[in-house]
């Protein structure tokens, strides 16, 4: 299988091409973009001067904080408090397959910068329904975690709206950010969503799903600095992913030194990809995902990760090697009454 000599991209992945030098077209417009552009804060006391507007909005917070228990999420958190001085309320969404050492970093950094912080374990069976019809389908390009992360994305802002909070910060890499802010992508898996679960024939999860994006007209995302320059919108919820500027870089090991100077940060036994602190799920949605189509929703993120120089192309492919603890594929896809039958490659080479 051929791959991108600079990303981690596969030929198998949408609208991909490659030129004499195996470089891909995604990564060659990467550079020709950012070099006529400048959308981003060029230094962090800019970031910090346009989030003062958010100050005191509320009478007790100032942003909402999403949090897996990671490093990332865990770093945005800490600094958010230290060197911006904002009031965060901590969220955490636990859909029932978290790491249990996940929940107790988060809880162990909020008791320790004594931060509110709420812990949610909601949508555990309506999850379930999720990832069984999105494995089973045979939508081309739409990887098993996307309509996932979406939903915990959304139980965010839901939140927000509930707190009259008007900032979500949150520690999604420079990848993910690409992935959730681009319209084009989130419209595309609600379209094939609303396909795959009428195929289904299930009303009440239909309509479940649905509501989950009720909050859409309350979002507002993060696309360039004037989104942030500009006074604040307060019937809407700006959402801003913490390490797409350049000056935050998603160095996990400098991560880890630097959130094990405040609190006593644990790492997950086993999580995909490697370093990371993400769900159980992962596992089986990347075997998946890879059987379909030879990529999944990781790969793409790091390919941005890489071109945007956080990670170097041989990390990324470190990191992104699947192999799954013995045992897991097999438990995940009873739990979740995967039919692995219906799980066939969608690919040609």
Not at 27 to 32: D, G, L
Request: aromatic fraction near 10%; charge should be neutral.
């Amino acid at each position: 299988m051929k791959l991108c000599t600079k990303c981690v991209l596969p030929e198998t992945y949408p609208g991909i091409s490659f030129d004499q030098e195996g470089v891909c077209n995604f990564c060659n417009e990467y550079v020709r973009v950012r070099k006529n552009t400048c959308t981003h804060f060029d230094n962090e006391q800019e970031l910090k001067q346009a989030l003062e507007k958010y100050r005191n909005i509320h009478e007790k917070y100032d942003v909402l904080v999403p949090l897996s228990g990671g490093v990332d999420s865990c770093h945005t958190l800490i600094k958010l408090v230290k060197e911006y001085g904002l009031r965060p309320l901590g969220f955490h969404n636990d859909h029932g397959y978290e790491d249990k050492t996940a929940t107790e970093n988060v809880r162990e950094l909020c008791h320790v910068m004594n931060i509110d912080l709420l812990v949610i374990q909601q949508d555990v069976v309506f999850m379930k329904k999720l990832w069984k019809y999105v494995m089973e389908s045979d939508a081309y390009g739409l990887t098993s975690c996307m309509p996932c992360s979406n939903i915990l994305y959304m139980n965010a802002i839901e939140l927000a709206a509930r707190y009259d909070i008007k900032l979500v910060i949150n520690g999604y890499s420079k990848g993910q950010a690409q992935m959730i802010n681009d319209k084009s992508v989130g419209v595309g898996m609600l379209q094939e969503m609303q396909k795959i679960i009428r195929k289904a024939g299930d009303k009440e999860f239909y309509e479940q799903f649905m509501l989950k994006f009720s909050s859409l007209n309350k979002l507002s995302t993060y696309h360039t600095k004037d989104d942030l320059l500009k006074p604040v919108n307060r019937s809407k919820i700006l959402v801003v992913p913490f390490f797409v500027f350049k000056f935050n870089k998603t160095d996990k090991e400098a991560l880890r030194k630097e959130i094990r100077t405040v609190f006593e940060w644990k790492s997950i036994p086993y999580s995909y990809p490697k370093r990371t602190t993400n769900c159980r799920m992962n596992w089986l949605g990347t075997k998946v995902d890879n059987i379909k189509m030879n990529f999944s929703v990781y790969d793409v993120e790091y390919a941005e990760i890489v071109r945007a120089g956080d990670f170097s192309r041989e990390q990324a492919l470190d990191d992104l090697e699947h192999t799954p603890p013995e045992g897991i594929i097999e438990k995940l896809a009873e739990e979740i009454d995967l039919d692995f039958d219906k799980v066939k490659p969608l690919y040609t080479r």
